[in-house]
């Protein structure tokens, strides 16, 4: 699949904003095999003084914007051409919980894709016993690792309501995973910290995903989402397979990555610092257009 995808966010401040500095990673990012970016262009306004592009350790795209000048408002708009193959699923050459402890004890590498960077807790996840426990319900009776994976990514489909008005961006998995409510980055973030915690390697995937209005339904303009979804490390046959928990599906040719991380603060749309005071006004716009 051919799409073309159009991103808008934007920020009103309550009050002038004297400087600033931000990391931005909204621009997809090519993955051998699986996605290839032919075109993509990120822009601001104002325009900012300072930018420079460079790949993360996990090689996301990001670009560090600074500003000198007064300003109340910024807008970052992203228009990239995305090709995503169709892949269709493979067979399960998963190993074991048993025998991926001795692959992954196996391997020595530690670059960005080693599973040895997704096991122990991060930033934003923790591993909580309460949770561990639940996966660890979910599981019994799978004999792979792909298995156990598809079984929790529709495990929390069914025992979670995705709400909107729930959580927040800082909402924790312990309290999403109480509550039972919360959104994609809520469910990726708990699907993580109980793979993790029985020893499965697992890391935090944004980016775009795809939406089809109801039939009949004209497609709405900005109705697409950045989306957040999980992979997991199932042995060195398979290596990565990626699981869309809010929707119950492997991720597929709607999926558009922007990066990949071990959780939500290795590859978070925007972060920063400022001097202002008071409060500012979000938006935030997708449009993700099939061209074939």
């Given at each position: 699949m051919l799409y073309d995808v159009r991103l808008e966010m934007s920020y009103d401040y309550d009050a002038t904003v004297h400087g600033g500095r931000h990391l931005v990673r909204v621009a997809p990012i090519s993955i051998p095999g699986v996605q290839r970016v032919v075109a993509s262009s990120l822009t601001f306004s104002p325009r900012p003084e300072r930018i420079n592009t460079f790949n993360d350790f996990f090689g996301n795209l990001a670009t560090e914007i600074s500003y000198v000048d007064p300003h109340d408002s910024l807008v970052i708009r992203l228009t990239a051409r995305v090709q995503i193959e169709n892949l269709l699923p493979a067979a399960d050459l998963s190993p074991s919980i048993a025998q991926l402890r001795q692959e992954i004890?196996?391997?020595?590498?530690?670059?960005?894709?080693?599973?040895?960077?997704?096991?122990?807790?991060?930033?934003?996840?923790?591993?909580?016993?309460?949770i561990t426990?639940?996966?660890?319900?979910?599981?019994v009776g799978t004999a792979s690792i792909l298995e156990a994976a598809k079984?929790?990514?529709?495990?929390?489909?069914?025992?979670?309501?995705y709400d909107t008005k729930a959580t927040n961006v800082a909402t924790d998995p312990a309290e999403a995973f109480v509550l039972r409510?919360?959104?994609?980055?809520?469910?990726?973030?708990?699907?993580?910290?109980?793979?993790?915690?029985?020893?499965?390697?697992?890391?935090?995937?944004?980016?775009?995903?795809?939406?089809?209005?109801?039939?009949?339904?004209?497609?709405l303009e900005g109705a697409d989402a950045m989306h957040a979804w999980v992979r997991a490390w199932c042995g060195k046959d398979m290596g990565w397979v990626e699981f869309d928990p809010t929707?119950?599906?492997?991720?597929?040719?709607?999926?558009?990555?922007?990066?990949?991380?071990?959780?939500?603060?290795?590859i978070s749309p925007i972060v920063g610092v400022l001097k202002t005071h008071g409060s500012h006004e979000t938006k935030q716009s997708v449009d993700v257009l099939p061209l074939q």
């Open positions: 004890a196996s391997i020595w590498s530690v670059d960005a894709n080693s599973p040895h960077h997704f096991l122990a807790a991060s930033p934003r996840v923790a591993l909580e016993p309460a426990d639940y996966v660890g319900e979910v599981i079984a929790v990514c529709l495990a929390i489909h069914r025992d979670f309501a409510k919360g959104v994609c980055q809520d469910f990726a973030h708990i699907m993580i910290a109980g793979l993790r915690g029985l020893g499965i390697p697992a890391g935090y995937v944004s980016g775009f995903l795809r939406t089809s209005p109801p039939p009949g339904k004209p497609r929707n119950a599906i492997l991720a597929g040719a709607d999926h558009i990555a922007i990066g990949h991380g071990r959780d939500y603060a290795d």
